[in-house]
């Protein structure tokens, strides 16, 4: 015996057998025969109305199908709406299609794609994000670009920083003066080694500086043409045409760059500077060596007696002298270490030279960084920005030239795929625009409700 639960209600029916079909009996005729059929059976006459026959079936189902469109009502417009708000958004990009319009409105409509993309741009390249293009697209954050760029510089640089308290230093330092040593009279530096050390390390800079370079041209060029293509996607000439002439003048202008910074490097590789805070920097370094010698005589002096040791009751019992011997070898120790580092011989020139080194490539290296970033910035990046709006302003005023009619059309002139692709977002767009408003007038209370997914 099988037992069968049925979640929802059942209902029996008569259907017509294959001889009241080739009878041609009507449906109405077959409502009849079933009812007929159900008050005089001996088992089904005893059964409630409310299952038997296809009227009961009817509204068990008319009932069921109404509450099931309820409650998924507020779901299919939820989604309706969520539809239609795409097709807007994808559909908006592309415009509308002006080639129909009057040369007067193409030409306004060119001025004002032109005078938005050079605003755009000067806006990325300064760090100002309030547009909704640049707020929604961080690929074309120029300055953000740039800055990165920057920071690898700065952090290329500073990491190329020798190692001045290493003997190995010390040593290399000591030989290339030896090396290089003229009519220097005794007591004076070797300036040769100290030029030397100096026009190498600078050298040692150009790959960073030229990295740097690449990255910031790179950027200007991708985002140049990038954010045109955001602004105006159904016009691929317009976007070809711009992407041109922005790319000769990156192009110029990178070359003019290299050699603004060819002649940063020339300057430092003759060493100058007039900047006070190398010789604060001298005196850091200076007093950074007496400390730590400092220390080191400090935790190496034991008061000692005649005899060489003295027992801790004898310190205590005569204190002073302790006292005067603990400063006799300290003046002692710090004396030798005085003449070893500033008396006249290798090793005191040495120590001197490196400090001055280590003093100036700080000034140096702090001062290329801040030079070569201002030189892209004012040299190449705001070049680029005046002179692009000149350009771009010129493509607009063509419109308005004799030939605006043919340089319209070339500029305007759409890709068969964009058409279609805007033909059928805007329709639809107005399916589903009819739909809102249908399920609006049939069910004005019903409100859109988002159905939660199971994860």
């Not at 025969?33 to 001996?42: A, D, G, I, M």
């Not at 299952?51 to 509204?59: K, S």
């Not at 690449?214 to 992407?243: C, G, I, N, Y």
Request: aromatic residues 8%; glycine residues 4%.
């Amino acid at each position: 015996m099988w037992l069968i639960q049925f979640n929802l209600r059942y209902v029996m029916v008569k259907c017509r057998s294959q001889r009241d079909l080739d009878n041609g009996m009507t449906p109405q005729e077959a409502r009849e025969s079933e009812k007929l059929y159900f008050s005089e059976h001996p088992d089904w006459r005893e059964v409630r109305k409310p299952v038997l026959g296809v009227t009961q079936l009817t509204t068990s189902l008319t009932t069921l199908l109404v509450d099931r469109i309820q409650i998924s009502l507020p779901f299919i417009k939820w989604e309706l709406q969520a539809q239609f708000e795409m097709a807007e958004r994808e559909a908006a990009p592309l415009g509308t299609s002006i080639h129909d319009e009057p040369l007067a409105t193409q030409s306004n409509h060119l001025m004002q794609l032109m005078s938005n993309y050079c605003s755009v741009l000067r806006q990325s390249t300064r760090g100002f994000y309030s547009d909704s293009v640049l707020a929604t697209s961080g690929d074309l954050r120029l300055y953000g670009r740039c800055q990165e760029a920057y920071e690898a510089l700065k952090h290329a640089i500073f990491s190329s920083r020798p190692g001045f308290g290493d003997p190995e230093f010390g040593q290399r330092l000591a030989a290339d003066m030896v090396a290089l040593r003229g009519r220097e009279l005794p007591g004076f530096h070797n300036s040769q080694a100290f030029y030397n050390f100096v026009a190498s390390c600078v050298e040692a800079w150009r790959p960073a500086v030229e990295h740097c370079r690449v990255l910031v041209v790179q950027s200007a060029r991708a985002v140049s043409a990038r954010l045109l293509d955001k602004l105006a996607p159904a016009h691929p000439a317009l976007v070809f045409e711009v992407t041109l002439v922005a790319n000769r003048l990156i192009n110029d202008l990178a070359d003019e760059l290299s050699e603004k910074l060819d002649e940063i490097f020339v300057k430092e590789s003759d060493p100058f500077t007039t900047n006070e805070n190398m010789l604060e920097l001298i005196n850091q370094l200076r007093f950074r060596n007496f400390d730590r010698a400092l220390e080191q005589v400090m935790a190496s002096v034991v008061p000692a007696g005649a005899s060489g040791e003295e027992s801790e009751a004898e310190l205590k019992a005569d204190p002073k002298v302790a006292a005067s011997e603990l400063q006799a070898m300290v003046v002692a120790r710090l004396g030798g270490w005085y003449m070893a580092s500033h008396g006249v011989n290798v090793k005191s020139k040495v120590e001197d030279m490196t400090i001055m080194i280590e003093a100036y490539w700080d000034v140096a290296t702090k001062r290329l960084v801040d030079n070569v970033c201002m030189t892209m910035e004012h040299d190449f990046l705001g070049k680029l920005l005046k002179q692009l709006e000149a350009e771009c302003f010129v493509i607009a005023t063509d419109s308005m030239g004799p030939k605006a009619t043919e340089h319209l059309a070339r500029l305007f002139s759409e890709d068969a795929a964009i058409t279609e692709r805007r033909r059928g977002l805007i329709a639809k767009r107005n399916r589903l625009g009819e739909a809102l408003r249908t399920l609006r007038t049939m069910a004005p209370d019903c409100v859109a409700t988002q159905q939660l997914t199971s994860q």
